[in-house]
């Protein structure tokens, strides 16, 4: 916890590490209350370093012992201050052994060594690994590791940690040991250890090289029958990997272990990966559509990790994204080659784009706005943002529009070759993408220095005597903390044009055929690009699959983008047509409000919905995609005031008024995709339930009799937890009476910690949830603030996802968030720190709501103790 002004770490600042580690040996004598660890490191003076002074980080930990090279050191021989220790003048090489203990138990910042239920878990990214021993604990330090586990045999039978297993075996006093060997260099952040009762489920698995591998999923006791899509997912990533990338597990054995107690999603410890029960356990029972795709995702995501992360690592925190934003781009291809087909990869492109405009472009534009390779931290835990993981995907992927994938995995050949076991930068994978295809690629550095989302402005002019269009591409990028003036991105804009007919047009570009769609490379603050032969104006369809994280801005007429929205062959374009048509809507909609004006939307629009619902050549899961409105968040950033009452008013009014005017067909579509027989996560059935429930939440917008029996009817029959689950949760967000199915709901899967989450946060984010009924529902005997999950379903629910309750007029939800804040930071940091991203946006409220977001926010500030983690969130939200 903070004592004194927290300390500002500049990337500038970087210099190498005094000594490399060689060889780590940890020993581990686990005991909930008082667990020992004795360490034995070779180290050596590293050449590159001036400086011959001995520095090891510690944090929440007991020294006991101390010995350099044989000898005990006394404490006049080692200065420790502020949870670092320095020997001065230390050897050329040096043998450390440290003794140090930690109470597991008392560990609720679930960083470090820690126990949950039964068991204990490790989490050491960032920084966790200095709660567990004194250690150089920074991603430049790697080494091989041997670790011996000890514990009762009896309460922890299960000891596993990174790596091969040597052997094992009984202790004579009831206890019992482990040990493991990491044969490959790492980070001490990539270190995991877990001593629990479990049970797993395992595979022999042979790979593309004939080699045999173990494969292994711990869970808890009464969860094993949760574990088979995870073990699939693995399958498909190993072999996703060799097939697409040529890389090979590297190890003879791969482990997931399943924990309910966890600040992130998942950690790719080598060769042990810890993940939150979340991305693991699914059943038909349990789990939805959207829960399996997030297992897919996850358990590929932290798999692919072994190469993109811990083979080649990061050289220092600044360059986070080397790892997160590349593997994430990663798990994203993998995703939509599991899907197989181009509506799938176009549907999955979709959901990538709306987590773009709802979370990461209001982080560009806000007071945590940073790079995607941040140029200084207070706390780095706070820097595993959206800007890290999806824009700097977007950056990756950048790479690909540009290069092509076969020029994209050149690139990745030569990173890997240069780099396997090193840990580098952000600029050795461009210098790679670059060296590997012979391109100049040193503007594009841009992508990773300047913060903010760049704003590309497109006018079009039609020459018909000389059959010509033009199209002159403008660039900008707003002010973000400390960057007022940025230079000119390198852009690709991907183009293609629309004939009258709704048909691609062939185009020419400088005399050379481009088929039917362009890359542009936009560099400069503006160009124009010609392309001939072009007979008659067309309607451009601009940025093409999304092809760079940027605002675009071209006059559309409604005519264009209907036209748009009927024809392109691009199908995000197409959707985002659609997109278009309703924000200009909901924004007018929205002043109507303000204005106190009648509220009316136009029969063009529904006839346009109309068409793409009807359509059944369109793929279900897309046609759900076009009928979801842009959601309160999204539409909050195109107001230069925000109004929360009179955005959720406005949406709610056009979801009703589409609701009527399409029940017909609603009712229709409803039925007709139904998917009945055996449940099946599969990407056509998931698209069919779906579309039949956004169906649905129409028909119940304002809930009718006939709407609410067939909900009511759909949650007492239902099969699987995504059609039960949606029934429920569009009853209670159309305020229909639903008391006797969440009672239903809740004894049905009281046991399930998951489920319960999911009955948590339907009612958190419910519209007509106010903070008298969140703290109605915090006296619920299942909820504590302890358990991450748990506390995420309700207060962020609430908070980040029910906008027209958490900005009441009174203030009184800004100060319930502030009280939770500070009792949240007492126990875990890291979520106290999330929580309290919820107001960094306060200024562009309505005046009569900043003064009270002003007061919770100085409430916070004003609190002792505070950690850095909050500290840093709510003095950038209140610095000018």
């Known amino acids: 916890m903070r004592t004194d002004s927290p300390k500002t770490i500049y990337r500038k600042d970087y210099t190498p590490p005094s000594y490399l580690v060689e060889t780590v040996e940890l020993g581990f004598d686990l005991d909930p209350a008082c667990t020992i660890v004795a360490s034995r490191v070779q180290l050596r003076h590293n050449p590159d370093s001036k400086s011959r002074d001995l520095v090891l980080h510690g944090e929440a930990i007991e020294l006991v012992a101390l010995r350099m090279n044989g000898r005990e050191l006394n404490p006049d021989q080692y200065i420790i201050d502020n949870n670092i220790l320095t020997i001065r003048n230390a050897p050329v090489n040096v043998l450390l052994e440290i003794e140090t203990t930690c109470v597991p138990m008392e560990n609720t910042t679930l960083s470090g060594l820690y126990t949950s239920g039964s068991g204990f878990y490790t989490q050491c990214e960032a920084e966790g690994f200095r709660r567990i021993t004194y250690f150089p604990d920074r991603p430049d330090v790697m080494a091989r590791y041997t670790v011996m586990l000890r514990a009762d045999k009896q309460q922890y039978p299960v000891l596993l940690s990174n790596g091969n297993l040597l052997e094992e075996g009984d202790l004579g006093d009831g206890r019992h040991y482990a040990k493991w060997e990491d044969p490959f260099k790492k980070p001490s952040y990539l270190f995991a250890l877990v001593a629990a009762r479990l049970v797993c489920q395992e595979e022999k698995y042979k790979l593309k090289s004939g080699r045999e591998v173990l494969l292994q999923v711990w869970v808890e006791e009464g969860n094993l029958d949760k574990t088979d899509y995870a073990m699939q997912s693995l399958k498909n990533s190993i072999r996703w990997d060799e097939e697409r990338w040529g890389l090979e597990l590297d190890l003879d054995r791969f482990m997931i272990v399943a924990v309910s107690d966890f600040n992130m999603g998942a950690m790719e410890n080598k060769g042990l990966n810890i993940f939150n029960t979340k991305f693991v356990l699914a059943n038909p029972r349990t789990a939805t559509d959207i829960d399996y795709s997030g297992i897919e995702a996850v358990v590929g995501h932290e798999y692919f990790h072994n190469w993109t992360g811990n083979r080649v690592t990061c050289r220092d925190w600044f360059q986070l994204s080397l790892k997160e934003g590349l593997t994430v781009f990663r798990d994203q291809e993998f995703s939509a080659d599991m899907i197989g087909t181009d509506s799938g990869r176009a549907v999955t492109r979709i959901d990538q784009v709306r987590t773009l405009r709802q979370a990461q472009f209001p982080e560009d534009a806000g007071p945590m ?36 994938r076969e020029g994209f995995r050149k690139g990745m050949d030569l990173y890997f070759e240069r780099h396997d076991g090193q840990a580098v930068q952000c600029d050795d994978f461009r210098a790679a993408m670059a060296d590997a295809n012979e391109r100049d690629l040193k503007q594009f550095e841009r992508w990773y220095s300047q913060a903010g989302t760049p704003v590309v402005s497109v006018s079009g002019h039609h020459d018909g005597a000389r059959q010509v269009y033009e199209l002159t591409l403008r660039q900008s990028c707003p002010a973000t903390p400390g960057q007022r003036d940025k230079k000119p991105f390198h852009i690709p804009v991907a183009v293609g044009l629309l004939g009258s007919d709704g048909k691609d047009l062939p185009l020419t570009l400088g005399g050379k055929a481009l088929g039917t769609t362009a890359v542009l490379e936009l560099t400069a603050a503006e160009q124009t690009f010609r392309f001939e032969g072009v007979a008659h104006a067309p309607v451009p369809s601009i940025l093409r699959d999304f092809s760079a994280p940027v605002v675009l801005e ?176 569009s009853l209670i967000h159309s305020g229909a009476d639903a008391g006797k199915q969440l009672d239903a709901f809740y004894t049905d899967f009281k046991g399930e910690a998951l489920v319960v989450d999911k009955w948590f946060a339907m009612q958190g984010s419910a519209p007509h949830t106010n903070v008298a009924k969140v703290r109605e529902l915090m006296k619920h005997p299942a909820f504590t603030l302890k358990n991450p999950n748990r506390a995420r379903s309700l207060l962020f629910s609430f908070c980040n996802n029910n906008p027209s309750q958490f900005h009441a007029a009174d203030g009184s939800a800004y100060e319930f968030w502030a009280e939770h804040v500070i009792k949240l930071d007492a126990l875990n940091p890291q979520v106290a720190a999330r929580l309290a991203r919820s107001m960094d946006r306060w200024r562009r409220y309505a005046p009569a709501l900043q003064i009270h977001m002003r007061h919770a926010l100085e409430k916070v500030a004003a609190a002792t103790p505070l950690s850095n983690d909050v500290m840093e969130v709510v003095s950038k939200a209140l610095s000018n």
């Open 369 to 404: 706005a940073h790079p995607v390779r941040p140029d200084s931290f207070v706390e780095i835990n706070n820097f595993y943002t959206v800007t890290v993981y999806e824009k700097g995907a977007e950056v990756v992927r950048m790479y690909q529009t540009l290069l092509g």
């Open 554 to 729: 071209y006059p559309y007429s409604d005519e264009e983008l209907l036209h748009l929205f009927r024809y392109d062959s691009d199908p995000v374009n197409r959707w985002e047509a659609g997109q278009r048509l309703a924000m200009q809507r909901l924004l007018s909609l929205a002043q109507a409000v303000l204005d106190n004006k009648p509220l009316q939307l136009d029969d063009t629009y529904v006839a346009a919905l109309r068409a793409v619902l009807t359509d059944k050549e369109l793929d279900a899961a897309f046609r759900e995609q076009c009928l979801i409105l842009p959601s309160e968040t999204i539409i909050a950033e195109q107001m230069e005031v925000v109004h929360p009452q009179a955005i959720h008013s406005a949406r709610q009014f056009m979801r009703h008024a589409i609701g009527t005017a399409l029940r017909a067909e609603l009712l229709q579509v409803y039925g007709d995709n139904a998917t009945p027989g055996p449940y099946s996560p599969d990407a056509i059935s998931a698209g069919k339930r779906g579309l039949k429930n956004v169906a649905l939440a129409y028909l119940l917008v304002q809930p009718n009799t006939e709407a609410v029996k067939l909900a009511g009817e759909q949650f007492a029959a239902a099969s699987n937890m995504t059609d039960r689950a949606a029934a429920l949760s």
